[in-house]
């Protein structure tokens, strides 16, 4: 029989192996890579060739005689515009956000090999992984999802320099479908050049076309739009320069190296060239490798804490959910208005409570928060939150006549809280407030409403409004801050009357809900949010 200390050295060898393999996959996994193939890009030697001029990039910030008329400016997207190293998080919220939730643990899954292989081969693996079978019809992630998190990773930087610029030509060995609204519709540039992904029947295969194609696409740019142009400059790394033949067509280039990248700076949101009001997706972090891997270990604690909350949320009276969903991680904060307590001595008809709109659970929350019944008024809710709804909901008709009679209605019988964006809007911005219910009542009281999530959204445009609820309440400590303001008088109280005055009632309960919370107001409406981010005028899925 083998005896006890040949057996306590067998055993201590076996948990140093394991250690040491377990070691060896977390440095392989998530320490950044020395080898210069690998995924991340890495920094080379200057090279001069054929007399062109090679800066380093820094060199460039000092240019002040460039002229907007008489430049080219011709940028890498991956190399010289993005601060991040990676490209990893962009293809994880294509792989979420349009092949769901199984598409997205595949690419996850994948990242060792991608460790391993070289970058275009790491490239390569991610397109398939995240485009194959995808609809090319249905396909907005580009212009719905990623903006924002494109946006957030400029350097400030290389904005600066594209200011300077003239006219303005973005590369990438990315799919053009994923940069090309970003580039365009919010840094304005004039021509956006990446790889194309192959399409058959309606359905990306998820293989790109030859680099061929796109060098060739980028020298047609060049040679068409550098007659007359005396500078024609690039800005790249330093294998992008010499991959997409910038030397032969470039007057100068300058070339970023990591060390640059370090000490860049990300815009901030008052730096943004245009205000990004409107943006879609569940995901509400950047998906790193770490990220992504915390969340998916997060998910079945996430889905039986958010049945628990639902059941405390539903079932239970006021004074037993609100403590069981603190309880659980979940923050609800009020600032209450004396002056509207102190008054509440009356009345026939039921007071008009009217809050901006962030999340479905909004007229929820307020109920929640002042432990009283409400009926909410709603546009576009779901058959099943409607019948989930722990408080009365009313839907409108979306016609104004038969909707000011059902809201008449409502509040002969209590509070009526609405909801008049008529969507909701994630961003610091206040879309326009319809002006129905300024007709309704002259017991007006704006509420401020603002919510803050980890890692899901509640809000969608173009996935299924059911779920809503669902993902918001799964986070781990969503947030939910109530704000009453002073009440305001309606229509029949408003000095001046007339037709103009239900709109300057509408735009004065904006404004002051616009203050307390520091949001900005905007003209927009649901129609051009819809239209903006699902193709459609707001259409519910039905689930």
Known sequence: MPSFHSTKNTMAKFFMNYFSFFFFLYRLVFKPSKNPKAFHRTASNIHANEGKLYHKYPSFAHRANLSKDQTLLLFNVEDALLKSPSLFPY?????????GLLRAFVLILSYPLLRLVGEDMGLKIMVFVCFFGVKTKSFRVGSAVLPKFFLEDVAVETLEVLKKGGKKVGFSNVPRVMIESFLRDYLDIDFVVGREVKVFHGYFLGVMED???????LETIIGSQGLGICDVIGISGFKGSLQYHLSSHCKEIYLVRKADKRSWQRIRRDEYLKPLIFHDGRLAFMPTPLATLAMFMWLPFGITLSIIRAISG???????????????????????????????????????????????????YLSFSLQKDLTAVTYSLSRVSELLAPIKTVRLAR?????????????????LVVCPEGTTCREPYLLR?????????????????DSHVSMFYGTTAGGLKCLDPLFFIMNPRPSYNVRVLDGVYGLSSFLGGGERSRFDVANHVQSEIGKALGFGCTRLTRRDKYLILAGNEGIVNKC
Request: charged share 25%.
């Open 211 to 217: 680099k061929k194609q796109s060098n060739a696409a």
């Open 314 to 364: 539903i079932l239970l009276p006021y004074r037993l959910s609100i403590p069981i969903l603190a309880y659980t991680g979940f923050q609800l904060s009020l600032s209450p208005n004396p002056s509207l307590q102190s008054s509440n001595t009356r009345k026939t008809r039921g007071r008009l409570y009217v809050c901006n709109h962030k999340t479905l659970l909004d007229p929820l």
């Open 433 to 449: 407030f319809s002006p129905l219910f300024a007709e309704m009542s002259d017991d007006i009281v704006p509420v401020a409403m």
């Open 399 to 415: 016609d104004r006549d038969q909707d000011r009679k059902m809201m008449e209605k409502m509040l002969n019988k209590g509070d």
């Open 91 to 99: 293809f994880m919220l294509v792989a979420f956000e349009a092949g």
